[in-house]
């Protein structure tokens, strides 16, 4: 044979068992996609307003022993005595049905946004089935909401600023620092100087509690668009320079007054502030 005639039957034998390889791929069975079997946290509502601003939260946790809610929100609840929130501050015993559905129910809470935790097994864990939640200095919490708070509610009908995230270099801290800000609308456009207001969360909480828990971004759209409030640039910076909770810390208040104040005065060039040089 040919060299030429060799090359040819070669290719021919190459094409035979690639195709012959293809239709065994093809033929060949397909792995099942295997699901994990359909559980009641599937579908569970874990929180819900009812219409007489009760609040009812369930978990689904069917190997636990005891699950209690630690909720914010009892200190709205008409005729509560102060042994009543101590008691309620403590944890609502939750009931378990045959399910493994642990539910309590709460109130009539106050229009407002809360916090809330379940305590499993007397580990605290944020509501899986809720993805709304806020930092706190040492841990997560989840949310919840009674709507009628029309003051820190979201309206469609007045304009709308914007909260951003910013990072910046702390020169007193020594590393990269978090804080939110706060400009009205139509500050991109703007000519005119806005004063600066520094809104500092409360112990234990994070540059994002007024922006989050706090709404402090509606309550300043509506407290503008009603003339209550002139438009300025409000800065929310984070209070705590450690895990370690200590209020006044020394390098903290260098950190607030002197690294943010120098940042948003560069980038923010149409800002005055309020006090201090």
């Given amino acids: 044979m040919t060299p030429s005639g060799i090359l040819l039957c070669s290719a ?9 390889a293809q239709q ?18 599937d579908t569970l509502k874990s929180v819900e307003v ?6 009812r939260f369930r978990i689904w946790a069917p190997a636990a022993a005891e699950v209690k809610l630690n909720a914010e929100g009892g ?8 042994e009543d929130l101590k008691t309620f501050n403590a944890g609502i015993a939750m009931k378990k ?12 809470i106050k229009p407002g946004v809360y916090l809330y935790n379940f305590i499993v097994d007397g580990v605290s864990a944020t509501d899986p089935r809720n993805p709304i939640s806020v930092q706190t200095v040492n841990a997560s919490r989840s949310l919840y909401e009674v709507p009628g708070a029309a003051f820190s509610e979201y309206s469609p009908d007045v304009p709308h600023g914007v909260v951003g995230v910013v990072y910046y270099n702390s020169k007193a801290i020594g ?20 004063p600066v207001l520094y809104l500092l969360h409360g112990a234990g909480g994070t540059d994002n509690s007024w922006s989050v828990t706090g709404r402090a971004g509606a309550i300043l759209d509506n407290l503008i668009a009603a ?11 984070a209070g705590h320079v450690s895990r370690d909770f200590h209020a006044g810390s020394g390098n903290g208040n260098m950190d607030t007054t002197h690294s943010t104040r120098t940042w948003w005065k560069t980038s923010f060039p149409m800002s005055t502030p309020t006090t201090g040089p």
């Avoid at 021919?12 to 012959?20: D, R």
């Avoid at 609840?77 to 102060?82: D, L, R, Y």
């Avoid at 590393?175 to 806005?194: D, F, K, Q, S, V």
């Fill in 12 to 20: 021919i034998t190459l094409s035979a068992i690639c195709l012959q």
């Fill in 227 to 237: 003339h209550k409030a002139v438009p300025m640039i409000v800065v929310m910076p």
């Fill in 50 to 55: 009812l219409a007489d601003r009760q609040v």
């Fill in 97 to 108: 049905s045959d399910l493994g559905i642990w539910e309590a129910t709460i109130g009539p």
């Fill in 75 to 82: 200190e709205t609840i008409v005729g509560m005595t102060p």
């Fill in 24 to 41: 065994t791929q093809q033929n060949a069975p397909k792995p099942q996609l295997s699901l994990p079997a359909p559980t009641p946290n």
């Fill in 175 to 194: 590393g990269l620092r978090r804080m939110h800000i706060y400009t009205p609308p139509g500050y991109e456009n703007g000519t005119a100087r806005l």
